[in-house]
């Protein structure tokens, strides 16, 4: 099986597990193993975190207080079952007091249910439109500021309660409201939070076995027995009223019917962006399978047209008890299922134990939780790419505003740095040179529209008259209105006396901005000094070494890229090498100039050892020296690991001693004298000559091949390399390298074989 297939198989198996609440086949009793271990914990403490958020956000709206436990339910069982973000917990969230209180009090309770079933049946439309996945088009800078803001807002709520005071309605009153409360403290309910707050904060540093149960579970557990043991007076949770009487049916509205859409859209818009954007930031809180954003609208729609019937308040994807959901350690989607089930049975059947637990254990819960929504590592992320300002704003936004308003106020401020950003130009003029040389270069980098005209104009209009200019644009988008006026000043510096070369290196050319609307171009890649030959560039780019000698030109121009775009990079690299070379491997290949053995071997200054001859030849019993000395130096002063022979395709050598054209008089005749060995053993029937014949290569590259192996046999029984194979010192190995098809081939002995990618 593949590493594809294995990963894939791997990621089916986990969504089995964990994406879904119904066991795979077979799979049943590991299932259940999961449920009991992860999901029954997580969804307890999910409860008791859900519990009093429920009963504060119905108080805060005006609502009937069951109305929120009806909320929670329903969007713990519905949503949770029918949703499409596994992880996610629904309820009453605190983004919708502030309306839901506004249409109370004009429409009246029994109204506004029936606003919240008509909001619960638009957002099922939304999710059989398709357009839910409209949300991942967030910046993720905007979503980390969003956790951060909910986090801050919920800890300055619950410090109140931790002081044994009572919250206020905005983050901003909380605030104010500080120091009275810190003058007013409660120091019994203070105690009991510290204790929960206590427990969560070392919980981490207790033994492994001890870590499995959840820590704030415990920590609630140990303090609501403090409470009940020590003489002390907490305020604890109330519930009023039986959750059976609190069920009603929604009313129709008199009149106002304009009114009453107004606040179906509202409320849709709300909580479905509330929900989105909740399940967007569960996503990156967990490595399972990610949500599906239509079936999650259609979850929340489902959930809130049930709310709505029996009385209950509107339902959206809630962060806080999300992120406790998977900070406790839920695995699939029963958690929040269960969660909605412990309070049913909590409120309708032993609401005399929940009672039993302090607001203030629950406020220290709830703190830690805040709290840690507010990473460091998301601030120096935003703070390394640039996005600082925007997570700040954003956090303030969500704090002081209110959760949807503080979001799209971030996502405005990224959109805005992004088109910043995309459409921003750099323009830079220097001398080359020593002043007063004469010679300047304007480096125009980025995209390059109407709006970079002032600095461009501003820059060019900086360059000394009667200069050689060279404007090298590395672009990916130039409009119409650049191309004119770099191509007008270029005409007027020229007639001034001055010269005017454009050097086009991006992705876009100048010409392309008079052929048609202009259009943006790949990623600015200069391949030069790379993979493109001179004869691909410098024809366009050249000129800018006019009084050296023509044919010193392609070199000249060549260094001089190399210093522009090539130098500054490998500089810290060559620095290393300064004091002395450690090559890995000898490399003996043609002399041919198609032949480049770092691009083929992707390697580097410093890596190879290289020794080019004609025809990549080993003449036998030392006669050449200079092969000698190369393998001398390599294998005992470098210590070099290997030794390779490449040959390649359409060798000229080899063509020569095909057409016996080496036998003529003359250096190059002599030279080749020392493959005559190759020629023998191709026309005796070499096994290299009939694998190459096989994989159709013509008789020249056959020749090229055989060539190879008999330099290998040469290696082997010279005796630096010899003794060097017989100490483990080194290694021999043949390649060969198809110039068509850019392929690299091996060549042994007794064949040939393909180099492919592992």
């Not at 119409?480 to 007027?492: G, K, L, N």
């Not at 290694?731 to 098809?741: E, K, V, Y």
Request: aromatic share 4%; with cysteine; hydrophobic share 50%.
């Amino acid at each position: 099986m593949s590493t594809q297939s294995v990963v894939h198989a791997q990621s089916s198996a986990d969504e089995s597990v964990l994406g879904d609440s119904s066991p795979p086949g077979g799979g049943s009793r590991r299932y259940l193993e999961q449920l009991i271990r992860y999901d029954v914990p997580a969804s307890l403490v999910v409860f008791l975190v859900a519990l009093p958020l429920s009963l504060g956000i119905a108080i805060a709206s005006g609502a009937p207080i069951m109305a929120g436990l009806i909320a929670a339910i329903v969007g713990g069982v519905v949503a949770g079952a029918v949703g499409g973000s596994p992880l996610q917990v629904s309820g009453p969230a605190a983004g919708l007091t502030v309306v839901v209180a506004e249409l109370i009090g004009k429409f009246g309770w029994k109204v506004t249910c029936l606003i919240t079933v008509g909001a619960g049946l638009l957002q099922i439309v939304f999710g059989l439109s398709r357009i839910a996945r409209a949300a991942l088009a967030i910046a993720p800078v905007v979503v980390h500021a969003m956790l951060a803001g909910i986090g801050i807002t919920i800890a300055l709520q619950q410090v109140h309660v931790l002081l044994g005071g009572s919250s206020a309605s905005s983050a901003l009153d909380n605030l104010r409201q500080l120091p009275a409360q810190i003058g007013a403290l409660h120091v019994e309910d203070l105690m009991i939070g510290l204790v929960v707050i206590a427990t969560l904060l070392g919980w981490r540093y207790l033994p492994a076995g001890v870590r499995k149960v959840p820590a704030a579970l415990v920590g609630i557990v140990l303090a609501t027995l403090a409470s009940l043991v020590l003489p002390i007076g907490v305020e604890r949770i109330a519930l009023d009223g039986s959750l059976l009487d609190s069920i009603g049916l929604p009313a129709l509205p008199d009149r106002q019917w304009l009114g009453v859409a107004t606040g179906i859209l509202t409320i849709a818009l709300i909580a479905s962006v509330e929900s989105l954007l909740s399940a967007v930031a569960v996503d990156k809180m967990h490595s399972g399978p990610r949500s599906n954003f239509d079936r999650e609208m259609l979850g929340q729609g489902t959930a809130n047209m049930v709310s709505g019937a029996i009385g209950g308040l509107p339902v959206t994807g809630v962060i806080v008890r999300s992120a406790t959901n998977v900070e406790a350690g839920a695995r699939s989607r029963a958690s929040s299922i269960m969660h909605g089930l412990w309070i049913l049975l909590f409120s309708a059947a032993l609401a005399g134990l929940v009672q039993q637990i302090p607001k203030s254990a629950l406020a220290g819960l709830l703190i830690v939780i805040g709290i840690q929504l507010v990473k460091l590592a998301h601030i120096r992320l935003a703070r390394r790419t640039g996005d600082l300002w925007v997570y700040g704003i954003t956090v303030v936004g969500v704090v002081f505003l209110n959760l949807l308003e503080g979001v799209l106020i971030g996502l405005a401020l990224a959109i805005a740095l992004l088109v910043w950003r995309v459409i921003r130009a750099t323009v830079t003029a220097e001398e080359l040179g020593d002043n007063d040389s004469g010679k300047w270069r304007v480096l125009v980098e980025g995209s390059c529209t109407f709006l970079v005209l002032p600095k461009l104009t501003s820059v060019l209009a900086g360059i000394p008259p009667r200069s050689d200019v060279t404007v090298e644009l590395s672009v990916d988008f130039l409009d119409h209105a650049v191309f004119d006026v770099i191509e007008e000043w270029a005409r007027q510096y020229e007639l001034a006396g001055g010269s005017v070369i454009i050097d086009e290196v991006g992705s876009v050319s100048m010409e392309s901005a008079t052929t048609g609307p202009p259009k943006r171009g790949a990623a600015v890649t200069d391949l030069r000094g790379l993979l493109a030959p001179w004869g691909s560039w410098q024809p366009q780019a050249s000129g800018r070494n006019l009084s050296s000698p023509p044919a010193l030109r392609p070199i000249l121009d060549g260094v001089s890229n190399y210093h522009r775009h090539r130098a500054e990079a490998i500089r810290p690299h060559m620095d290393q090498l300064r004091d002395g070379q450690n090559p890995d491997s000898l490399f003996l290949t043609c002399a041919d100039s198609r032949v480049v053995p770092n691009i083929i071997t992707s390697s580097g200054p410093g890596d190879l050892f290289t020794v080019r001859n004609v025809g990549n030849l080993v003449p036998a019993g030392g006669r050449d020296t200079s092969v000698e000395a190369a393998l001398a130096f390599g294998i005992d002063e470098l210590g070099v690991s290997s030794v390779i022979v490449c040959g390649h395709s359409g060798c000229g050598a080899m063509q020569a001693l095909l057409t016996n054209s080496s036998s003529e008089s003359g250096v190059v005749g002599e030279w080749l004298r020392h493959a005559e060995t190759s020629l023998q053993a191709y026309t005796s029937g070499h096994p290299v000559a009939r694998a190459a014949a096989e994989a159709g290569f013509s008789e020249v590259d056959q020749l090229g091949m055989v060539n190879v192996a008999v330099q290998l046999q040469t290696l082997e029984r010279h005796p630096l390399v010899g003794q060097a194979r017989v100490d483990g010192r080194l290694r021999i190995a043949g390649l060969f390298f198809d110039i068509g098809s850019a392929r690299v081939i091996e060549v042994t002995a007794s064949g040939i074989g393909e180099l492919i990618e592992t």
